[in-house]
T-cell receptor, first 110, second 114 residues
Framework: QQQVRQSPQSLTVWEGETAILNCSYE??????FPWYQQFPGEGPALLIS?????DKKEDGRFTIFFNKREKKLSLHITDSQPGDSATYFC?????????FGIGTRVLVRP | EAAVTQSPRSKVAVTGGKVTLSCHQT?????MYWYRQDTGHGLRLIHY???????EKGDIPDGYKASRPSQENFSLILELASLSQTAVYFC?????????????FGAGTRLSVL
């Protein structure tokens, strides 16, 4: 039962470009959508999140776009920096349990 | 200072042996979780707990037990370790009193079953 789909599995961009990561879900009860960032050898950490009542959330160079009707969301990383190289997980919640996507490994080349 | 501490950070176990992974949090959070991470599967929930002396099954509980002896401590137990349980295991904590369910993860335990 695959409730969450995340793509692409890996992505390489040049410094300064915009990286776009995508997620989709099936369960209509999901109402909270965080994105977690994980660096090698570390645990994931919350990067940015959005609730289903909003269609956009911005935090610096990171922006979530949310389409509730199509059950899709995307994370845009503008002006990508080498320090943004990490694995990014979308996640979904309707309570205290989070369901994670498989992750997108992002590499930013200088 | 790390608020969620896992031990050991890495472990090699033999097939059929017993493995215990430990987690300690100083966040004063009520919820604690165990996830495993595998390439191609992301993070999958094994067990979680919302109060001491009680645990709940997650999405992939088979082959694992959990123990929450106190609010601060949460253990994951593999009674009969198998090759398929080779993975990186993450413990996390969260607080239900906030406006959003933010998970705070430990640094992970890399388990190799041979």
């Amino acid at each position: 039962q695959q409730q969450v789909r995340q793509s692409p599995q890996s992505l390489t961009v040049w410094e300064g470009e915009t990286a776009i990561l995508n997620c989709s879900y099936e369960d209509s009860t999901f109402n909270y959508f965080p994105w977690y960032q994980q660096f090698p050898g570390e645990g994931p950490a919350l990067l940015i999140s959005i609730r289903s009542v909003s269609d956009k959330k911005e935090d610096g160079r990171f922006t979530i776009f949310f389409n509730k009707r199509e059950k899709k969301l995307s994370l845009h990383i503008t002006d990508s920096q080498p320090g943004d190289s990490a694995t990014y997980f979308c996640a979904f919640s309707a309570g205290n349990k989070l369901t994670f996507g498989i992750g997108t490994r992002v590499l930013v080349r200088p | 200072e790390a608020a969620v501490t896992q031990s050991p950070r890495s472990k090699v176990a033999v097939t059929g042996g017993k493995v215990t992974l430990s987690c300690h949090q100083t966040n004063n959070h009520d919820y604690m979780y165990w996830y495993r991470q595998d390439t191609g599967h992301g993070l999958r929930l094994i067990h979680y707990s919302y109060v001491a002396d009680s645990t709940e099954k997650g999405d992939i509980p088979d082959g694992y037990k959990a123990s929450r002896p106190s609010q601060e401590n949460f253990s994951l137990i593999l009674e009969l370790a198998s090759l398929s349980q080779t993975a990186v295991y993450f413990c996390a904590s969260s607080w239900t009193g906030g406006s959003q369910n933010t998970l705070y993860f430990g640094a992970g335990t890399r388990l190799s079953v041979l």
